[in-house]
């Protein structure tokens, strides 16, 4: 339906840099937005919300360097997408009204006559200062604080910035883009009355795996900004309570805090371990090195369905396994009602967890090994022989689970419902990460994630393999992973008791305790 009228511009504040930090309705708006122009400093990461099918502008602009799009570009577009009828979601890191120039961008739309409305966002000020351990009012040390720009060059004629007033004016003093002119700032403020010792504290690229913070006095700063290399976009936080530092930072202190860590897992399956390893710390760089597809024929699966109450078992290994069986089970007009009849066996607790959702209660879970081994055991533990067992899992799979049945008489049919193989695209991606060796840590969910990562990173031979992946600690979930990793002459530093997510988690956690001890 053609739309009458203009759109409509949101003005959303992104936050600081961490996507949780963004607001409800910054989240509701972006679900449904049809253009977002967006910002350098707003998480790339936030974008995973917008609709596929919406336009997507990138207007970054950074200090020192020519932007993508001046500011009046910036308005004129805003103004040209709302008259076409769009929903514009101008996404601007930090809070639009803190230094942010989101004024001026109102200013142009109140003035073509176009609707707005603004989503205030978190400012960086505040963001700095809280995830680097620094409250900054403290009823001890300061009731006042100020914000103030440092991009404004200090010395020129006519400034904004009352520096007369302000060194000594409010109790904290923080500055925004304040890293280039920082010197001649901390002139100022010593120079107007503020004490040399004051403690001040920078932080770069706050509430973001890669914060970096200093701390000095006002007569030092400079020079250990300098000697850390603290570069833009930073805050610098001057006063008293950057002293509270030592005793309430949070942030930097979590276990796995400036480690990256590549999860192959897929992009379906990765939430909860990159959710739990984000949430100790980590910097997780997603790389799904399994692309899950439909298999190429059910021609199997369509004939067992048929007969279901012939069988005692059925068998899963895995999550897609119970996915992909449900699809096909629906797309012939059945549902869980026609699993009445078999015992459900399945090879771990996730794999029932998964099940009941489709309103499925497993039977059968090993006690000890979530493998296919365990799972084997566990089975012939119940009698076998005789018995007819259905299996739903991967085409190419490992044959230990059926050969082991019918090798105890039982009568066993393998139904593949899905296929793995490689996903295509971010391959010189991948290997640009682990040639700049930042990447700490490499985790592994299956032998499938293994031999598909290998194929990614297309190591010309084993020296070069070794080269690529020296100083990276290995992760695998569980015996079978760490083998498929051993045999490609890589050695695994962590394996948890416990084969499950969790557990994997809490082992990786745990190692980098160790370490520091």
Same mark, same amino acid.
């Given at each position: 339906m053609k739309k009458h009228g203009p759109g409509k511009v949101y003005l959303v504040g992104a936050g600081p840099g961490d996507p949780g930090l963004i607001t409800v309705r910054g989240k509701y708006l972006l679900e449904r937005a049809e253009v977002v122009i967006y910002d350098y400093l707003a998480s790339p990461r936030l974008l995973r919300h917008i609709p596929k099918d919406a336009e997507l502008v990138y207007a970054g602009k950074k200090g020192g360097v020519q932007h993508t799009h001046t500011q009046e570009e910036i308005n004129q577009m805003l103004v040209d997408f709302a008259l076409q009828g769009k929903m514009v979601v101008r996404l601007k890191g930090g809070d639009p009204f803190i230094f942010g120039r989101g004024g001026e961008e109102l200013q142009q739309l109140a003035a073509a006559g176009v609707p707005f409305e603004v989503v205030p966002g978190v400012t960086s000020a505040t963001a700095a200062a809280t995830y680097a351990g620094i409250p900054i009012t403290h009823r001890d040390y300061t009731a006042s604080v100020a914000f103030i720009t440092g991009h404004e060059d200090p010395t020129k004629e006519n400034s904004n910035v009352d520096w007369a007033r302000l060194a000594t004016g409010a109790g904290t003093l923080v500055i925004y883009m304040g890293i280039k002119n920082l010197p001649i700032i901390v002139d100022h403020l010593i120079s107007n009355g503020r004490n040399p010792k004051t403690p001040v504290a920078v932080v770069r690229w706050a509430s973001t795996p890669e914060q970096q913070s200093v701390v000095a006095t006002l007569d030092t700063i400079v020079e250990v900004v300098r000697e850390n290399g603290i570069k833009p976009p930073s805050l610098v936080i001057v006063g008293e309570v950057v002293k509270l530092r030592d005793t309430i930072d949070w942030f930097e202190k979590r276990p796995l805090f400036g480690k990256r860590i590549i999860v192959t897992r897929t992009r379906e399956q990765a939430s909860d371990l990159v959710a739990g390893l984000e949430e100790a710390g980590a910097d997780c760089l997603e790389y799904s090195?399994? #692309?899950?597809? $439909?298999? =190429? +024929? %059910?021609?199997?699966?369509? +004939? *067992?369905? *048929? /007969?279901?109450? *012939? %069988?005692?078992?059925?068998?899963?290994? +895995? &999550? #897609?396994?119970?996915?992909?069986?449900?699809? /096909?089970?629906?797309? /012939?007009?059945? =549902?869980?009602? #026609?699993? !009445?009849? $078999?015992?459900?066996?399945?090879?771990? !607790? +996730?794999?029932? *967890?998964? &099940?009941?959702?489709?309103?499925?209660?497993? =039977?059968?879970? $090993?006690s000890a090994s979530y493998t296919g081994e365990g799972l084997a055991e566990s089975l012939l533990d119940q009698g076998v022989e005789g018995r007819n067992i259905l299996i739903a899992r991967a085409e190419l799979s490992r044959e230990i689970l059926p050969e082991t049945l019918r090798g105890a008489g039982a009568r066993v049919t393998v139904a593949p419902v899905y296929k793995n193989v490689p996903p295509r695209g971010r391959k010189d991606v991948l290997r640009a990460e682990l040639e700049n060796g930042k990447v700490d840590m490499v985790t592994f969910t299956s032998s499938s994630t293994v031999k598909n990562f290998l194929t990614m990173v297309d190591a010309v031979d084993q020296q070069e393999l070794e080269r690529l992946m020296d100083g990276v600690k290995i992760a695998a979930i569980g015996p079978i992973t760490a083998k498929t990793v051993t045999d490609s002459g890589l050695k695994v530093d962590i394996q948890p008791p416990i084969y499950t997510i969790p557990e994997l988690i809490q082992a990786i956690v745990q190692y980098y305790a160790e370490i520091r001890i």
């Open positions: 090195t399994i #692309n899950i597809q $439909p298999a =190429d +024929s %059910y021609e199997i699966l369509d +004939s *067992e369905l *048929e /007969r279901l109450d *012939e %069988y005692h078992w059925i068998v899963f290994t +895995s &999550l #897609n396994g119970v996915d992909y069986f449900f699809q /096909r089970l629906y797309a /012939r007009g059945m =549902d869980a009602r #026609n699993l !009445k009849g $078999p015992g459900i066996a399945v090879v771990g !607790k +996730s794999t029932a *967890e998964l &099940l009941l959702k489709y309103g499925v209660k497993a =039977d059968l879970i $090993p």
